[in-house]
């Protein structure tokens, strides 16, 4: 279900804005897309890893003979064949602290999680290639593994710990705001670890144009361009002779497009080996192999008045990193202290973060990074706070979000390397539409008729402050072809989420043309030689500003030129699809987009003119992020026999400043909120006391089906359009997902009736099942 | 390693091949045959994206063998519109209700709601939900599927 927000007053648009099919979907309902195990080179080789089956240990000796002589068997790498290659290198420049926790392409001597790969098997088919795997016998002296980042801290390497770094930011003063507290609110809280686990496992190939002498990763996702350079540096390398492509994307939600050892892997193996490698993920693989996320362990408190206004806030937490430092360093950290105050006014503020290796698969950013985790924190507390002090949820909340007259707002944090500076909200606003179109008082009544009759019911509520539109640049290209076609090129990607679309949508409204006439180039670093790509809710932000730039300026320099041919000023001139008339005087000389193209086609004039053909490249800055915000409303019921928990409503209003397609919007938020509550109820990646990894099928790791997502209301607002891009647009990626472990504990809660009773993630039936047993076990002793 | 000759129907047309036994039916569509539409999202016959029409009736493509489909007919993704310039109501409703993202899950949400629209050409949502419930997408949250589903649902009786 949706629900549209009021439109304000403001300028027609044509398709900006609009529910607009999606450009995408043509092919793929056909199954005509291309993922990259659709692909296939003539000649290639087919690549399986080897994986340690053991958490912790020293390889002693790694044993090829046999599998080298199985059938069609051509390569096989161990840690000696490729002892040359570096460790793998951060995206960002990163503390110099977390250099040593880099993951190797293979296990030199010691390996640290099930699932890390220590030889690499090169066959002439995928079945021939997993049959040799198997032969490969690896003898590993087991170490005791380290399962608890929360444990006193052991000993990575020689005089290395498994805390290479501490991170804190905070400001005020902390132990003067604590004395003078009214009450202080102190809670110990924790979240599972998962993962976006897209449906597309990962894949890669890998090719080397010996002809060419150009080195080509085909199956690129999120950050190609960014992927580029780091490859490039990698195999020392001119970016010019590396170049990635994208496929089709079977969901990337922050895992997929990092670049991992078997990104590597297959571009060392093809130049090596001279022909195409090509590898491609199963699932077990993908559940211990490819990035986990969420792990970590508070201590939150906080200090308030009488009124349960914050006075101040420290959060000491632990983060359960797994067993190396991958491409992101310490983000997910950094991100949970920078964004853990949310929306409130907190006067004092302290976040310590311990960074934590521990012998579990390596963890790293997961659609709504740290703020999945923050959110919980914080709103957990705020629901401790309301229950400390006998007062409504709703109105703790209200006292202490940030009021937009303070917009921007300082924060004095930072996160991901930018001064975190609240742009523009109308927090208490969007707080009181959504519990207003949620039924909030009256579904107070219905709950306590309910409980009356025996149910475990019960409502839930958090808010959220996402960030978006990650800087600092991206650059299009614009051009239109004599036959009036338009082609966007852009540093974009596209997981799935309809960049393409909305791209189209922002250029067709800008320029005048249909958007099914445009063509979005994304992920092709062939192409382009600046871009980013798609993560941190950035693409439609930054990439989708910056094609509003190079479409003007392509609509700037069509007018000048047909003002010379029409004889009229360029101001009295409109496009309207793809046509050039005067405004108001539709029967009067017209010149199409085609034509202009045609004539400002290369040639002496054009050179002069320093505009070769109608093309025009824009450029988008940004300084600072922009930051959507939301509220998230539960309506849940406990079994009280098997602790299920049953989500019968689930809202989300979601500040989007400007929704290009509020369809594709809508669609974003919906998908999060499922993401959300499997991390909530049900996905979990557990491993054994030893290091063995538990939930390695889709029977162990729970995805929620259609059974468990209920029919999402999504309010997309539109109160705050960003002050920060010319278009208003805040990233609408994260916020789906960002608030639902939150507002699921606190429905939990309220529906067994035992405030503060969730304190971890998931809630599984099981935790359900003994709080119940407890309740009854107490007030049974009660009443005896 | 043993191999045998089948001979299969895919989407209409007669197919005789040499298969390895070990090999899978979507492995033989998606390889041998190049119908890729057919994807494996987990190989272990939970996820639903390798969901193939024998017969008329569902199959985990990855959970049967190539030489399981001797003499029979196979329908994929790829065979699913009435011919190359029209869709079948299905695809079009997807398409309409937003019922897909990344586009991975899709092949077999629609052959698995071809089996359940041709059972039962009017259902409720809770019945589309229970008829989905064994393929996961991780991108939609399912609403805009239930959504087409109903929508080609109705189309497909108004049509008959």
Not at chain 1, 126 to 140: N, Q, R, S
Not at chain 1, 193 to 198: C, D, K, T, Y
Not at chain 1, 479 to 497: I, K, N, R
Request: hydrophobic share 40%.
């Amino acid at each position: 279900m949706s629900i549209q927000a009021a439109p304000s007053q403001r300028k027609e648009t044509k398709v900006f804005g609009k529910r607009v099919p999606r450009l995408e979907d043509l092919p793929l309902v056909k199954g005509l897309g291309r993922f990259v195990a659709d692909l296939s080179f003539p000649h290639q080789l087919y690549m399986r890893v080897v994986r340690s089956p053991i958490a912790h240990g020293t390889i002693t000796r790694i044993d090829a003979d046999e599998a080298r002589k199985a059938p069609g068997v051509v390569a096989i790498w161990t840690h000696a064949d490729i002892a040359a290659y570096p460790l793998i290198d951060f995206r960002d420049p990163s503390a110099e602290a977390l250099m040593p926790y880099r993951q190797p392409l293979l296990a030199k001597d010691r390996v640290r999680y099930v699932g890390e790969p220590i030889a690499v098997v090169f066959a002439e088919s995928a079945y021939l290639a997993e049959d040799a795997a198997d032969l490969v016998f690896a003898e590993i002296d087991e170490l005791p593994p380290h399962m608890d980042a929360q444990a006193d801290c052991a000993s990575f390497a020689p005089g290395i710990s498994t805390e290479p770094i501490v991170l804190k930011q905070g400001f005020g003063d902390l132990p003067g705001a604590f004395a003078s507290a009214h009450c202080v609110v102190e809670l110990e809280l924790s979240i599972g670890r998962h993962s976006g686990v897209p449906m597309e496992c990962r894949g890669a190939i890998g090719r080397y144009d010996a002809a060419q002498d150009v080195l080509e990763l085909w199956g690129a996702a999120k950050v190609p361009l960014r992927n580029r350079e780091t490859m490039a540096r990698y195999f020392q390398r001119s970016s010019a002779s590396v170049q990635l492509y994208e496929l089709h994307v079977g969901g990337g939600f922050g895992v997929r497009g990092e670049l991992y050892p078997e990104d590597f892997l297959v571009c060392a193996a093809s130049m090596t080996l001279g022909r195409p490698i090509k590898w491609i993920e199963d699932r077990r693989e993908h559940l211990m192999a490819t990035n986990q996320s969420r792990e970590q362990y508070h201590r939150v408190r906080a200090a308030v008045d009488q009124n349960g206004r914050i006075l101040a806030l420290s959060d000491v937490f632990f983060h359960d990193q797994g067993a190396y430092v991958r491409t992101h360093g310490a983000r997910v950290a950094d991100l949970t202290i920078g964004m853990l105050p949310g929306p409130y006014h907190v006067p004092v503020y302290q976040g310590i973060g311990h960074f934590r290796l521990t012998n579990k698969t390596p963890a790293a950013t997961y659609r709504s990074p740290g703020r999945y985790e923050g959110s919980f924190v914080r709103e957990r507390l705020v629901d401790a706070i309301a229950a400390k002090l006998g007062l409504d949820r709703i109105e703790v909340r209200r006292r202490n979000l940030i009021p937009s007259a303070d917009m921007p707002y300082t924060r004095q944090l930072g996160a991901l390397g930018t001064e975190v500076v609240l742009d523009s909200g109308d927090y208490a606003g969007l707080l009181q539409t959504s519990i207003d179109r949620f039924g909030w008082d009256e579904l107070q009544k219905t709950i306590r008729v309910r409980r009356a009759q025996g149910e475990f019911v019960g409502a839930g509520i958090a808010m959220f402050l996402e960030k978006s539109g990650m800087g600092p640049s991206d650059s299009v290209t614009v051009s239109v072809d004599p036959m009036g076609f338009v082609e966007v090129v852009t540093g974009g990607a596209s997981v799935g989420q309809g960049f393409e679309t909305a791209m189209a949508q922002i250029c067709a409204e800008t320029l005048g043309v249909d958007y099914r006439r445009i063509r979005v180039v994304h992920g092709q670093t062939d192409r382009i030689r600046f871009g980013i790509g798609a993560h941190a809710s950035r693409a439609t932000v930054m990439t989708g500003n910056a094609v509003h730039a190079a479409a003007t300026n392509v609509r700037d320099l069509a007018l000048k030129h047909a003002s010379v041919l029409l004889q009229a000023p360029a101001e009295l001139l409109d496009i309207v699809d793809g046509i050039v008339v005067r405004k108001g005087s539709p029967s009067g000389p017209t010149i199409s987009l085609g034509q202009l193209s045609r004539q400002l086609s290369p040639g002496p004039e054009a050179i002069a003119r320093g505009t070769n053909g109608l093309s025009c490249e824009g450029w988008f800055y940004a300084d600072h992020m922009t930051y959507p915000y939301g509220v998230h409303l539960a309506l849940v019921r406990v079994d009280g026999e098997t602790g299920q928990v049953f989500v019968e409503r689930y809202m989300v209003a979601s500040d989007v400043g400007r929704a290009v397609n509020p369809m594709i919007v809508e669609g974003q938020v919906v998908g999060g909120v499922a993401q959300g509550l499997g991390g909530a109820l049900y996905e979990q990646f557990r491993y054994s006391d030893t290091g063995q990894p538990l939930s390695l099928n889709f029977a162990e790791y729970l995805i929620p089906t259609a059974h468990e997502v209920p029919d999402v209301e999504v309010i997309v607002a539109e109160d705050a359009p960003s002050p920060l891009n010319p278009l208003g647009i805040k990233g609408a990626g994260e916020g789906g997902c960002t608030g639902v472990g939150a507002a699921i504990a606190s429905a939990v809660d309220d529906a067994i009736g035992i405030p503060g009773a969730i304190t971890s993630l998931p809630i599984t039936p099981a935790k359900l099942k003994a709080l119940l047993k407890n309740r009854r076990d107490n007030s049974n002793g009660d009443s005896t | 390693m043993d191999s045998r000759d089948i001979v299969v129907t895919v989407n209409g047309i007669r197919h005789e091949a040499t298969v390895k036994t070990r090999v899978t039916l979507a492995d033989f569509l998606r390889h041998q045959l190049e119908l890729t539409g057919t994807h494996l999202g987990c190989e272990h016959g939970v996820c639903g994206a390798c969901t193939v029409l024998v017969d008329g009736r569902t199959a985990r493509s990855c959970l049967m063998l190539a030489v399981q489909a001797h003499g029979h007919e196979i329908r994929t993704v790829e065979g699913i519109a009435p011919n190359a310039k029209e869709l079948h109501p299905l695809q079009t409703a997807f398409q309409k209700h937003h019922g897909l993202q990344c586009g991975f899950c899709t092949p077999g949400m629609l052959t698995t709601l071809i089996e359940f629209l041709h059972d039962n050409p009017d259902p409720t949502e809770a019945e589309v939900r229970i008829a989905i419930s064994g393929n996961l997408c991780r991108c939609t949250g399912y609403q805009g599927i239930v959504d087409a589903a109903l929508d080609a649902a109705k189309t497909m009786r108004n049509s008959t």
